[in-house]
């Protein structure tokens, strides 16, 4: 099991910038893929993107393609997302997670889930 912890989150502008960060501890990070997901008021949580162990392949929701940007730092036991061009809609729960075995793409699926940190965004 990995420990997960965001950090990041806050009140921004609409069309302002975050970056989300998650600190792993635990387990090997290097071992896991991570994603990262939200959740806002009264909906499901949804996948917005994820990265392999590595950090060479990444995939993202359509509807933040082109503004959001995951990354990681396995010295840092650390992923990130980066938030550009930030939307009321982006308000949410943010949640970072991990999960190990063959990477795929849109995964939902994972193994450990941090607590999250809340994006709110004003219009």
């Known amino acids: 099991q990995v420990q997960l912890v965001e950090s990041g989150g806050g009140l921004v502008q609409a069309g302002g910038s975050l970056r989300l960060s998650c600190a792993a501890s635990?387990?090997?990070?290097?071992?896991?893929?991570m994603g990262w997901f939200r959740q806002a008021p009264g909906k499901e949580r949804e996948f917005v993107s994820d990265i392999n162990w590595s950090g060479s392949i990444r995939s993202y929701a359509d509807s933040v393609k082109g503004r959001f940007i995951i990354s990681r730092d396995n010295a840092k036991n650390t992923v990130y997302l980066q938030m550009n061009s930030l939307k009321p809609e982006d308000t949410a729960v943010y949640y970072c997670?991990?999960?190990?075995?063959?990477?795929?793409?849109?995964?939902?699926?994972?193994?450990?889930w941090g607590q999250g940190t809340q994006v709110t965004v004003s219009s």
């Open positions: 997670a991990a999960r190990v075995g063959v990477y795929y793409s849109h995964a939902t699926s994972y193994d450990d």
């Open positions: 635990g387990r090997t990070f290097s071992n896991y893929h």
